[in-house]
């Protein structure tokens, strides 16, 4: 279902890979002549790495090197990540649809994938993290959401004056992936509402596919089985809220 008010603030298509043990972050940098147009605004990403040594005395240090690249759009509602073992690519706030998500980032990954070259595809992943702004200090859970943290009679149910973190790891077997959900309380977006985070994050660890198609195929997957698990999540007082 296409809902008008759509809670959506991130929705994702991720993509990781195994690349030659040759490749440097320089390369990625070839991107760039693909995409500077379209997304002008670059970062460096960096990898942090940590050390000890034991000894007579103890010694950490750590450093950091590059490890990929970030460029969004000029309106920030875009983003795309190339990394040197990976390809993100991210649809902010507002959000439109998957088959736009799915489109540039196919696009945008047939670029990364022509540059780099990677031996095989080892995980991808579609992530929507959503978030509700619900009407109210007070607020039932049980009224918005089916599946919530459920609190003791004797503890207060004011979702707005305690912070709350709760993640699931539901195995999906026939699509040999995993399905996390997290949900959580945060600061609200409006006064006087109470603010929930709802993220699904779905996966599958060595993709069994043979094809550029076969992989596209097996998003639309993740994308239909995401969108079971949102409505499975909520209640019909949320569906009027974003409707």
């Given at each position: 279902m296409h809902y008008k008010k759509a809670p959506i603030t991130e929705a994702l298509i991720d993509i990781r890979v195994e690349l030659s043990s040759e490749l440097r972050f320089e390369d990625l940098s070839a991107f760039r002549k693909h995409v500077g147009s379209d997304y002008p605004r670059e970062e460096t990403r960096n990898l942090s790495q940590a050390m000890l040594k034991f000894g007579p005395s103890v010694q950490a240090s750590a450093h950091q090197q590059p490890w990929g690249l970030m460029f969004r759009n000029e309106s920030n509602t875009q983003v795309v990540q190339v990394r040197l073992d990976s390809f993100t690519f991210s649809r902010l706030e507002p959000y439109e649809d998957f088959e736009h998500l799915r489109d540039e980032a196919r696009r945008l990954w047939d670029i990364y994938r022509e540059l780099v070259r990677p031996k095989k595809v080892v995980r991808i992943a579609v992530r929507y993290i959503n978030q509700f702004s619900l009407p109210g200090t007070r607020v039932e859970p049980e009224d918005y959401l089916k599946t919530f943290p459920h609190l003791s009679e004797e503890l207060p149910k004011d979702l707005r004056n305690f912070g709350f973190l709760m993640s699931l790891r539901v195995p999906q077997p026939d699509l040999d992936g995993l399905l996390v959900i997290n949900e959580a309380g945060t600061?609200?977006?409006?006064?006087?509402?109470?603010?929930?985070?709802?993220?699904?994050?779905?996966?599958?660890?060595?993709?069994?596919?043979?094809?550029?198609?076969?992989?596209?195929?097996?998003?639309?997957?993740?994308?239909?089985?995401?969108?079971?698990?949102?409505?499975?999540?909520?209640?019909?007082?949320?569906?009027?809220?974003?409707?």
């Open positions: 600061p609200p977006k409006k006064p006087e509402t109470v603010s929930i985070i709802l993220d699904l994050d779905l996966s599958v660890e060595s993709p069994a596919i043979g094809s550029e198609e076969e992989m596209w195929t097996l998003f639309q997957k993740l994308r239909e089985r995401k969108n079971l698990y949102f409505e499975a999540c909520i209640t019909d007082k949320t569906r009027e809220l974003i409707s």
